[in-house]
C-alpha cells in the first residue's frame, strides 16, 4: 500500500517534498498563499517515533512552507502501519488518518477531517479491495503501476474537476450553479496546467536560441545566402552615421564559420540552461537580448572613439558573455550551486574564461566581450531580484 500510495499522489500531479528519510514522503498541492500537504508515515518509522519528534517534524513541515510565503499550511499525517494504537497516540491533537492494509481498513476517528484533498474514496476502495478499486459499473479494476495512477484520478481529482454542462447550471439556481461554474473553471485550469507542466524542465528559450543561429548558419554560410551577411553584420558607421539600428540586435545570430559557430552554441547550451532553469523564461530572454544588444553598443562606441577602425563585427558572444556575467553573479550570491549537479557547470565556466583570453586577439571583439558580460551582470541582479515561483522551485531544489 505504501508504494501504491506514493504512485497515486505522483499521478495526481502533487509535488514532493524530499525529508531525507525512506520512511516518511511528504506531497503537496499549493495555490496562492495556501498549501494542503499529506505526510505519509511508514510502519518502520513508528520504532523510535515519540509524540515529541512528531512534534518537532510537524512544526519544521509547516516552516518549510511558510519560508516559502505560504500563510494558509494545512497537513494530514498519514500513517501507514497496523500499530493503531501507537499512532493514535502519536498523532492526538493533530489531523491524521491510520491505514491498516493488515485488516484492510482507513481509520478516520470522529475529530479528524473527513475528506482532504479527495483521497479518501481512493484509499478506501484500494484498502477495502486488496489493491483493487471499482469502476462506475462495479467492476473491479487493478490499480498496480499506470492503471492506479489513471483510475485515482478517475476516482479523486477528475470527479473533483468534473466537467458540468450547461444544462445542469441552468437548472441549479443560487450558489449550487456558482459552484459547478467553479468546478468547471478549476477544471480547466486543472488540464492546462497537467498539459504543459511536463515542459517546465525543459530549457526551452536555449533551445529555441540555438536552431535559430543554427539555422541562420546554414542559409548565411552553407547556401552562400550573403545578402544576410551584408545587411545584418555590424559596424559602427551603419549604426550611427545611416541610422541601421537593426544590425545591433541582427548580428548576434550571424557567424563567421563552423567553429565560431560551434563554441557559441555550446556556451550558450552550457550557460543557459543554468540561468534559464533559474529565472522564468521571458527574464532569462530579456537578459539574452539585452546583454548582446549590450555589447553590440560597447563595440560600436568602442571601434568609434578609441580606434580608427571600423571592422564587421557578427556572433552571439555578447549575448554569451552576458550569460557568463549573470552566472557569476550568481555563483557570488548562491555558494551553493557549486555544490551538487552544478560542479560540472562551474568548470566548464573556467575553462571557457580561460580559453576566451587565450583565443583573444585581432579577430575577437573584446569590447562586446566586455559589454555584454557587465549588461548580464547587472540585468541579473535587476531581475532576480523578485521572488517567482520559478526562482523558489530552483531554491528549493538547490538546498
Given at each position: 500500500m505504501w508504494d501504491k500510495l506514493q504512485q497515486y499522489f505522483t499521478g495526481r500531479g502533487l509535488r514532493e517534498v524530499d525529508?531525507?528519510?525512506?520512511?516518511?514522503?511528504?506531497?503537496?498541492?499549493?495555490?496562492?498563499?495556501?498549501?494542503?500537504?499529506?505526510?505519509?508515515?511508514?510502519?518502520?518509522?513508528?520504532?523510535?517515533l515519540t509524540k515529541e519528534k512528531y512534534g518537532n517534524y510537524l512544526a519544521t513541515i509547516r516552516g518549510i512552507f511558510e519560508k516559502q510565503g505560504f500563510s494558509a499550511?494545512?497537513?494530514?499525517?498519514?500513517?501507514?502501519?497496523?500499530?493503531?494504537?501507537?499512532?493514535?497516540?502519536?498523532?492526538?491533537?493533530?489531523?491524521?488518518?491510520?491505514?491498516?492494509?493488515?485488516?484492510?481498513?482507513?481509520?478516520?476517528?470522529?475529530?479528524?477531517?473527513?475528506?482532504f484533498l479527495g483521497i479518501r474514496t481512493v484509499i478506501e476502495n484500494n484498502v477495502h479491495f486488496g489493491g483493487h478499486s471499482r469502476n462506475a459499473e462495479g467492476a473491479q479494476i487493478d490499480l498496480s503501476h499506470d492503471n492506479f495512477r489513471s483510475e485515482s484520478r478517475m476516482q479523486s481529482v477528475i470527479k473533483e474537476y468534473e466537467p458540468i454542462d450547461r444544462g445542469a447550471v441552468q437548472r441549479?439556481?443560487?450558489?449550487?450553479?456558482?459552484?459547478?461554474?467553479?468546478?468547471?473553471?478549476?477544471?480547466?485550469?486543472?488540464?492546462?496546467?497537467?498539459?504543459?507542466?511536463?515542459?517546465?524542465?525543459?530549457c526551452v528559450i536555449t533551445i529555441a536560441l540555438l536552431i535559430i543561429n543554427v539555422i541562420v548558419f546554414i542559409l548565411s554560410d552553407l547556401f552562400?545566402?550573403?545578402?544576410?551577411?551584408?545587411?545584418?553584420?555590424?559596424?559602427?558607421?551603419?549604426?550611427?552615421?545611416?541610422?541601421?539600428?537593426?544590425r545591433l540586435f541582427t548580428c548576434m545570430f550571424l557567424h563567421y564559420g563552423i567553429d565560431h559557430l560551434a563554441g557559441n552554441m555550446i556556451a550558450l547550451y552550457a550557460f543557459g540552461d543554468m540561468i534559464e532553469s533559474r529565472m522564468t523564461r521571458p527574464r532569462y530572454l530579456i537578459l539574452y537580448v539585452l546583454a548582446g544588444l549590450g555589447g553590440s553598443l560597447a563595440s560600436c562606441f568602442y571601434f568609434h572613439y578609441f580606434t580608427e577602425m571600423d571592422p564587421f563585427s557578427a556572433g552571439a558572444s555578447g549575448a554569451i558573455y552576458g550569460l557568463m556575467g549573470a552566472m557569476l553573479v550568481m555563483l557570488l550570491r548562491y555558494p551553493e550551486i557549486r555544490r551538487r549537479q552544478y560542479g560540472a557547470r562551474f568548470g566548464i565556466f573556467i575553462l571557457y574564461m580561460i580559453y576566451s583570453f587565450v583565443r583573444a586577439g585581432d579577430s575577437v571583439n573584446v569590447a562586446a566581450h566586455a559589454g555584454g558580460f557587465v549588461?548580464?551582470?547587472?540585468?541579473?541582479?535587476?531581475?532576480?531580484?523578485?521572488?517567482?515561483?520559478?526562482?523558489?522551485?530552483w531554491e528549493k531544489k538547490v538546498r
Amino acid at each position: 500500500m505504501w508504494d501504491k500510495l506514493q504512485q497515486y499522489f505522483t499521478g495526481r500531479g502533487l509535488r514532493e517534498v524530499d525529508l531525507r528519510k525512506e520512511t516518511m514522503r511528504l506531497y503537496y498541492h499549493a495555490e496562492k498563499t495556501s498549501a494542503d500537504a499529506v505526510w505519509m508515515i511508514h510502519d518502520e518509522a513508528l520504532a523510535d517515533l515519540t509524540k515529541e519528534k512528531y512534534g518537532n517534524y510537524l512544526a519544521t513541515i509547516r516552516g518549510i512552507f511558510e519560508k516559502q510565503g505560504f500563510s494558509a499550511v494545512s497537513v494530514l499525517t498519514l500513517f501507514v502501519s497496523g500499530q493503531i494504537a501507537a499512532c493514535k497516540e502519536i498523532g492526538d491533537g493533530t489531523a491524521f488518518w491510520i491505514v491498516d492494509g493488515g485488516y484492510g481498513r482507513l481509520i478516520v476517528y470522529e475529530n479528524q477531517p473527513e475528506d482532504f484533498l479527495g483521497i479518501r474514496t481512493v484509499i478506501e476502495n484500494n484498502v477495502h479491495f486488496g489493491g483493487h478499486s471499482r469502476n462506475a459499473e462495479g467492476a473491479q479494476i487493478d490499480l498496480s503501476h499506470d492503471n492506479f495512477r489513471s483510475e485515482s484520478r478517475m476516482q479523486s481529482v477528475i470527479k473533483e474537476y468534473e466537467p458540468i454542462d450547461r444544462g445542469a447550471v441552468q437548472r441549479v439556481d443560487g450558489d449550487r450553479a456558482s459552484e459547478y461554474r467553479d468546478a468547471a473553471s478549476r477544471q480547466v485550469r486543472y488540464v492546462r496546467a497537467k498539459r504543459w507542466s511536463r515542459y517546465n524542465n525543459v530549457c526551452v528559450i536555449t533551445i529555441a536560441l540555438l536552431i535559430i543561429n543554427v539555422i541562420v548558419f546554414i542559409l548565411s554560410d552553407l547556401f552562400q545566402m550573403e545578402v544576410l551577411y551584408v545587411e545584418g553584420q555590424m559596424q559602427w558607421k551603419t549604426v550611427f552615421e545611416d541610422g541601421e539600428y537593426y544590425r545591433l540586435f541582427t548580428c548576434m545570430f550571424l557567424h563567421y564559420g563552423i567553429d565560431h559557430l560551434a563554441g557559441n552554441m555550446i556556451a550558450l547550451y552550457a550557460f543557459g540552461d543554468m540561468i534559464e532553469s533559474r529565472m522564468t523564461r521571458p527574464r532569462y530572454l530579456i537578459l539574452y537580448v539585452l546583454a548582446g544588444l549590450g555589447g553590440s553598443l560597447a563595440s560600436c562606441f568602442y571601434f568609434h572613439y578609441f580606434t580608427e577602425m571600423d571592422p564587421f563585427s557578427a556572433g552571439a558572444s555578447g549575448a554569451i558573455y552576458g550569460l557568463m556575467g549573470a552566472m557569476l553573479v550568481m555563483l557570488l550570491r548562491y555558494p551553493e550551486i557549486r555544490r551538487r549537479q552544478y560542479g560540472a557547470r562551474f568548470g566548464i565556466f573556467i575553462l571557457y574564461m580561460i580559453y576566451s583570453f587565450v583565443r583573444a586577439g585581432d579577430s575577437v571583439n573584446v569590447a562586446a566581450h566586455a559589454g555584454g558580460f557587465v549588461c548580464g551582470a547587472i540585468l541579473f541582479l535587476i531581475l532576480d531580484r523578485k521572488k517567482t515561483r520559478r526562482k523558489k522551485t530552483w531554491e528549493k531544489k538547490v538546498r
